[in-house]
């Protein structure tokens, strides 16, 4: 009889985040300053899909959520850039013996468009995950009857292989 220990199975991880837009702040989706009369407030810089990657990243390897690394309460973390929390995250996969596979994301949105951005944001996390575009999926929908028009949500789905192997 097999256990876990006996053969290598790559590992998923899910994360969800959601932001509401506020006047007059900067706006950033997936670590790409994108030009809009409103930005996303809250945690840090408000960035979304960031968050959600951090959180799915996370989820993966089962090390809890970015809350667990980046509690909103810290005023630490006030208008940080998200992009620290996705390196933490990765700092973590590397030291469970992981590597990113690849990533899929959604994110939903009244306005602005973010089909424009969608190659920059792509490159972005590539860039940041240290892997090809072509395994960064960025997918951008409006919220057609949820009543979420003054928010963001991104949903990340990440595959992590392990580091040696095959
Ligand atoms: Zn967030």
Same mark, same amino acid.
């Given at each position: ?39 996303? +407030? /809250?945690?840090?810089? =408000?960035? #979304? ?6 959180? $799915? ?5 089962? *090390? ?31 030291? +469970? /013996?992981?590597?990113? =596979?690849? #990533? ?6 009244? $306005? ?5 951005? *969608? ?31 003054? +928010? ?5 789905? #990440? ?8």
């Amino acid at each position: 009889m097999s256990t876990s220990r006996d053969f290598h199975i790559p590992r998923i991880g899910y994360g969800w985040d959601s932001h509401e837009f506020k006047l007059g702040i900067p706006l950033k989706i997936g670590g790409v300053n994108i030009p809009h009369h409103a930005g996303l +407030a /809250g945690h840090s810089d =408000g960035d #979304v899909l960031l968050h959600a990657l951090t959180d $799915a990243l996370l989820g993966a390897i089962a *090390a809890g959520d970015i809350g667990t690394y980046f509690p909103p309460s810290d005023p630490k973390w006030k208008g940080a850039d998200s992009v620290v929390f996705v390196q933490q995250a990765l700092k973590l996969i590397d030291e +469970a /013996g992981y590597q990113v =596979g690849n #990533v899929d994301s959604t994110v939903i949105l009244a $306005a602005p468009r973010i089909g424009p951005h *969608a190659a920059a944001i792509q490159r972005k996390i590539a860039d940041l995950l240290g892997i090809e575009p072509s395994r960064v999926g960025i997918k951008a929908k409006t919220p057609e009857g949820m009543g979420t028009d003054n +928010a963001a949500i991104a949903h990340v789905v #990440v595959l992590l292989c392990e580091i040696n192997w095959p």
